[in-house]
């Protein structure tokens, strides 16, 4: 595991923390894009046991999350009223350093929860640029109804009148994990056994023992995700992501972001209605929201490593 830095396109320029895992031989490389309130040495079992299969794995810390910030008071606050921007241009960002350091290379990209909608919003923002990766992994993603999107967006804009962005409400963080799929798991971390995380309980308590996990959230940054999720779900937008980029959509079939499958199948069935050719959709039955902490986890490491090495360019493998 090695640490390097770059400076985030937010307006204060902030230094995002960023990781990389290096097998001795480079087949392939991943660059993953993480959730809300985690950050990138969380995947340090995952990024391993890719290495093993020889693909180099690379991952950096969102403006307001891990080691990209300030102090640990600032976990959560992002300063910025452009979240969803900021995000997908550092993401950009990103791929263009693992590009240069994998000069022909075969370069995919994986996002899961929150960073599932920025993988969504980057693929859709940076037209030919995106033809530079050979692959997207969407996990953990979902289908958002607009209609309540924008009634959060119109509520945050409200509260912003009366508060400052960087307040942190637990309103809205309700609001967030409001749907009926989340009602029967436990949102807190006191019964690890019935989390919405995992079946993982080892995993579960971890998270919630972790500062770098368990801190709110500012306006701005769930202004940030409905945006992206409310652009995401917009067909023109889906249409502009080049037919050839092969898509994995994968989560747990039990995952409340995803309706329990639901809103994963909706996703999955906008991008072949967009016309991109090489789309293909894998729920683990009875999985939670985080399939790579799951209990049947290295299952999906082995499927996500076969995936990415099954798409290489012929001349690559």
Do not use: C
């Amino acid at each position: 595991m090695e640490f390097y830095t770059f400076l985030s396109t937010d307006d204060r320029h902030t230094e995002i923390h960023a990781v990389k895992w290096i097998p001795e031989k480079v087949k392939a490389a991943l660059i993953i894009t993480h959730g809300i309130q985690e950050y990138s040495e969380r995947y340090d079992e995952f990024a391993r046991f890719l290495n093993d299969y020889n693909i180099a794995v690379y991952a950096h810390d969102h403006i307001g999350h891990g080691e990209s910030v300030a102090s640990e008071e600032e976990l959560g606050t992002f300063h910025s009223h452009k979240v969803d921007e900021v995000m997908t241009a550092d993401l950009y960002q990103q791929m263009n350093i693992v590009i240069k350091e994998n000069p022909g290379i075969p370069v995919f990209m994986l996002g899961h929860s929150m960073g599932s909608y920025v993988l969504r919003k980057f693929l859709s923002d940076y037209g030919k640029d995106v033809e530079k990766i050979k692959g997207a992994i969407i996990m953990g993603t979902g289908t958002e109804n607009n209609l309540s999107i924008r009634a959060g967006l119109r509520l945050i804009k409200g509260m912003k009148r009366i508060k400052n962005s960087d307040y942190k409400s637990r309103t809205i963080a309700k609001m967030a994990f409001s749907r009926r799929e989340y009602k029967g798991y436990d949102m807190t971390g006191e019964d690890p056994e019935n989390s919405w995380l995992s079946k993982n309980v080892k995993s579960v308590k971890k998270y919630y023992s972790d500062p770098k996990d368990t801190y709110e959230v500012s306006l701005d940054g769930y202004e940030g995700l409905m945006k992206m999720t409310l652009l995401d779900n917009m067909r023109k937008r889906i249409k502009r992501i080049p037919k050839n980029l092969p898509i994995l959509f994968v989560s747990g079939s039990e995952d409340p972001v995803g309706a329990n499958g639901k809103g994963v199948k909706a996703a999955y069935k906008k991008f072949v209605k967009a016309g991109i050719k090489d789309v293909t959709l894998k729920l683990y039955k009875g999985d939670r929201h985080e399939i790579l902490n799951e209990l049947d986890r290295h299952d999906v490491y082995e499927d996500i490593a076969l995936w990415i090495l099954s798409h290489k360019r012929d001349e690559e493998i």
